[in-house]
């Protein structure tokens, strides 16, 4: 459990760094990859210190209050990656599908901000109800984790936060799937125009090819790291009974969402690894320049009439 928080910090605080530091990473769809990549540095730090303690000790250590604050952090980091996920679905979309609407929803990196600071707005709304009496959050000595009671929490609540989750998750899969097929249906065109004039039509970037590919990919490891969550979850609150061990491989798996994430990125998105590559060389670069500097001083000061010569 340390291994994955340690993990998950240092991968999602490289993304944002990159794209801090490059200007050519600074586009929009990476502008929306960063806020992803800060809701799993904030879980990672707010969230799994406490699990892992947890974990240690079998309860929770510290006020119910603060079980109460962990546990709406949580879900609003939930929420905000899930939101987010839609955004950029939705940016590849536009994008891909209706280039026409593209610059009217996404006409410049400041307007991809305002749309990123709505959807954490959205997130804290949302997930902190109960703090005010609208649902119930407490220590889940299955899950050893502050979470919302989905048995003891009021049914309205649950209603609303299933809903949009998967109304939004319905909508990030299909806008993938018209994505797919137009790429499909793109690409055969070329190939018939090759094969009957010699020449093709223009194509999808493969730039965006490989975003829509990385980004896709984050959507399903998402999906397969926090369904076992929310099923047992569901399962629990419906009087089901599941093992112990198993709700602590659950959490696992979802806490592991945030480790895969930058190394997706660094696989499947060339922007993002030549980036993380460019990032260690010139870690290490100042390390050569500094011992080689050294060694010279050291030379000159052993023999200083051969380097003056």
């Not at 959490?251 to 895969?260: A, G, Q």
Request: aromatic share 14%; with cysteine.
């Amino acid at each position: 459990a340390i291994l994955v928080c340690l993990a998950s910090v240092l991968g999602n605080v490289l993304v944002v760094y990159v794209v801090n530091k490059y200007s050519e990473m600074q586009t929009i769809p990476n502008i929306l990859i960063r806020n992803l990549a800060l809701t799993d540095i904030i879980m990672a730090t707010l969230n799994m210190p406490f699990w892992i303690t947890s974990l240690y000790s079998g309860k929770w250590n510290l006020s119910h209050e603060w079980c109460e604050v962990s546990a709406s952090a949580q879900l609003t980091m939930v929420l905000s990656s899930l939101f987010i996920m839609g955004l950029i679905a939705l940016n590849r979309y536009l994008k891909v599908v209706k280039r026409s609407l593209y610059i009217k929803f996404f006409p410049s990196k400041r307007v991809a901000w305002l749309y990123c600071g709505l959807v954490w707005l959205v997130s804290v709304l949302f997930a902190t109800p109960p703090l005010y009496g609208w649902g119930k959050m407490n220590f889940d000595s299955n899950l050893i984790i502050c979470a919302f009671n989905w048995k003891e929490g009021h049914v309205s609540f649950v209603i609303l936060l299933a809903g949009f989750f998967n109304v939004t998750m319905v909508a990030i899969f299909y806008s993938y799937w018209k994505i797919y097929k137009t790429v499909k249906e793109s690409t055969d065109n070329v190939n018939a125009n090759v094969v009957k004039n010699g020449v093709g039509t223009p194509k999808l970037h493969r730039t965006d090819i490989d975003v829509l590919k990385s980004c896709f990919t984050v959507v399903c490891f998402s999906s397969i790291t926090w369904f076992p969550v929310a099923l047992c979850a569901f399962t629990m609150a419906g009087g089901g009974y599941i093992p112990h061990e198993l709700t602590k491989v659950t959490m696992y798996l979802f806490f592991s969402n945030s480790v895969v994430n930058p190394i997706i990125y660094g696989i499947m998105n060339p922007q993002f690894k030549e980036a993380f590559r460019k990032a260690f060389r010139c870690g290490r670069y100042r390390n050569d320049d500094g011992d080689q500097s050294h060694a010279r001083v050291a030379a000159v000061m052993k023999h200083p009439r051969s380097s003056e010569t």
